[in-house]
């Protein structure tokens, strides 16, 4: 029988779920493997443990590698291409092996659109404001608007915005199903402003940075002033703690909330698949929670 070797490469891990989750996988699927942590710190020595790491892919040691951040850029240029949405987001979460060659796909947009659907129907297609605008952030907007969706990107640095519309505006203007669409960069601090003369427009909330993570410093991402509209979503790609603060505002606002378990379990089912080439029976069961305490 044969067995999968799996793992994934980031720094920091140590709190990292995905051995729990994959392991499940493998478990659920009756498949023997294990999945590891090879931390690889963001320092001189990156670029030869990352070469090293992929290369024991390529000699099939491994079997494929999940890759978080600081890597999810760094690791392009060791592979021999990338496939699916990795192509537009320009981060891969999935490195596999397929006919000799190594290839990089990013499955947080396909796990997010998964999961998101359980609290909104993307079908009913809407302004979404995307907090962040780092590489959840990209996957997040390019999951929006193949839907159909509007998206504004909210940022610290207006560049960093400025830099995802640039780059997924021309794909919305292209394809005939995404006309219409617009993408727009904002400062956090022009947020207030947008939404109050907006509020009826907006219907989605998407946190991707990490702020609300636990032992991460408690900020308002969404000014405390802020009127908004009760049929407003709040989706948090953090789950650690499952209440992050900004899910805390939209309950005490009546509004309806989900973390970010669900897509973190939904994009590893993609990358298992992607390994394994098994298709995992949906509803997605895996129990991690207490788990999660453990590690807050
Ligand atoms: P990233 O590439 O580092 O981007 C983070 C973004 O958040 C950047 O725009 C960053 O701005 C901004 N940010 C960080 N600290 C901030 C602060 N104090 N105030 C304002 N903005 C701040 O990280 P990522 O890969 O996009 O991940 C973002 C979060 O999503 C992480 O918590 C990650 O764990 C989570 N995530 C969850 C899933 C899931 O499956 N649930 C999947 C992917 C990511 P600067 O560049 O200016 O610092």
């Not at 596999?96 to 796909?105: A, C, P, S, T």
């Not at 009913?124 to 193949?146: D, M, P, S, Y």
């Not at 032992?215 to 002033?225: A, M, N, R, S, V």
Request: net charge negative; glycine share 8%.
């Amino acid at each position: 029988m044969k067995e999968y070797h799996l793992g994934l490469i980031g720094y920091p891990l140590s709190h990292s779920l995905s051995p729990i989750i994959h392991q499940g996988f493998l478990k659920s699927c009756g498949l023997a493997g294990h999945y590891d942590l090879f931390p690889i710190q963001d320092d001189q020595s990156k670029e030869e443990k990352l070469q090293e790491i992929i290369q024991r892919i390529r000699s099939a040691e491994l079997d494929g590698l999940n890759v978080t951040i600081p890597h999810k850029q760094n690791v392009i240029t060791f592979l021999d291409g990338v496939t699916g949405d990795a192509r537009i987001v320009g981060a891969v979460n999935t490195i596999y092996r397929k006919e000799g060659k190594i290839f990089g796909d990013n499955t947080d947009v396909s796990g997010f659109l998964a999961d998101i659907e359980r609290l909104i129907a993307l079908e009913e297609r809407g302004t979404a404001v995307v907090l962040g605008a780092g590489g959840a952030a990209r996957a997040v907007t390019l999951g929006l608007i193949k839907k159909g969706w509007n998206v504004i990107i909210t940022a610290r640095r207006k560049e960093q915005a400025q830099q995802i519309v640039e780059q997924l505006a021309p794909l919305a203007t292209h394809d005939v199903k995404w006309v219409n669409i617009f993408i727009q960069s904002l400062l956090f601090t022009e947020l207030e402003s947008f939404i109050s003369e907006r509020v009826n427009l907006i219907s989605l909330i998407v946190n991707c940075t990490p702020i609300g993570m636990a032992g991460y410093p408690p900020i308002d991402l969404i000014p405390k002033t802020v009127q908004l509209n009760k049929n407003i979503k709040v989706y948090d790609l953090v789950y650690n703690p499952p209440e992050t603060s900004l899910l805390k505002m939209a309950r005490q606002l009546g509004l309806e909330g989900l973390n970010g378990m669900g897509m973190l379990i939904e994009q590893a089912a993609r990358s298992f698949e992607i390994w394994t080439g098994v298709t995992l029976p949906r509803p997605l069961r895996i129990s991690i929670s207490p788990m999660i305490e453990e590690t807050s």
